[in-house]
């Protein structure tokens, strides 16, 4: 079993819809999780990060982490087409430095 | 606003030849990383150096690869002898501190390395 599971897509979206990207994962030492969207010939970019379980929202961007089902989400309202990106999962655990990430879900968002 | 960045964008060399690449982390930060992507695939860590050691380290990060930060602004990953699965997309990411365990990380554009 893959330790970050995230479904590749693509996913193409017409401009305004609710985006909903999910990633699994099997290592239940992960606390902080991440997501990341990388443009093309980008590096990625943090979004935002959750701690342990629970939601956080940012303007259009809702993150939430289920620890007990080992299931993590990220919700983009009022999607537009600059969101069109490749969206990463990534966890780490307490104390440690290596990031791990999901294979990416590559989002098109229509105008 | 400050950036990493990253030189070569792109390079060419023959297996079994040694490359550098490298890293110029935005000026405060403390923490250094490499990652790499190989091509269609998902982002693999490599290295984490913090106070001039490596702090933690994948399976991919063999005796072919070392890290360096030689003049206290740039910061270089080096490939011995390359093998043609090296080929992939290189990231160097930088970050202040770890305030609350976690950092806001900033990646470079990478250096795209193709082993021939």
């Known amino acids: 079993q893959k330790e970050v599971e995230q479904d590749p897509g693509p996913l193409s979206v017409p401009e305004g819809a609710i985006v909903s990207l999910n990633c699994t994962y099997s290592?239940?030492?992960?606390?902080?999780f991440m997501w990341y969207r990388q443009y093309s010939r980008k590096g990625p970019e943090l979004l935002m990060y959750?701690?342990?379980?629970g939601n956080k929202e940012d303007g259009r961007f809702t993150a939430q982490v289920d620890k007990s089902s080992k299931y993590i989400s990220l919700f983009i309202r009022d999607s537009q087409p600059s969101d069109s990106a490749t969206y990463l999962c990534?966890?780490?655990?307490?104390?440690?430095?290596?990031?791990?990430f999901g294979a990416g879900t590559r989002l098109f968002v229509k105008a | 606003e400050p950036e990493v960045t990253q030189t070569p964008s792109h390079q060419v060399t023959q297996m079994g030849q040694e490359v550098i690449l490298r890293c110029v982390p935005i000026?405060?930060?403390?923490?250094f990383y490499w990652y790499r992507q190989i091509l269609g695939q998902k982002v693999e860590f490599l290295v984490s150096?913090?106070?001039?050691?490596?702090?933690?380290k994948s399976e991919i990060f063999d005796d072919q690869f070392s890290v360096e930060r030689p003049d206290g602004s740039n910061f270089t990953l080096k490939i011995r002898s390359t093998k043609l699965e090296d080929s992939a997309m290189y990231f160097c990411?930088?970050?202040?501190?770890?305030?609350?365990?976690?950092?806001?990380?900033?990646f470079g554009p990478g250096t795209r390395l193709l082993v021939l």
């Open positions: 990411a930088s970050s202040e501190d770890l305030t609350g365990g976690l950092e806001t990380q900033y």
């Open positions: 290592n239940s030492a992960f606390q902080y």
């Open positions: 959750t701690y342990s379980s």
């Open positions: 990534a966890m780490r655990r307490t104390g440690g430095f290596k990031t791990i």
């Open positions: 000026s405060n930060h403390l923490y």
């Open positions: 150096f913090y106070n001039n050691e490596i702090s933690e």
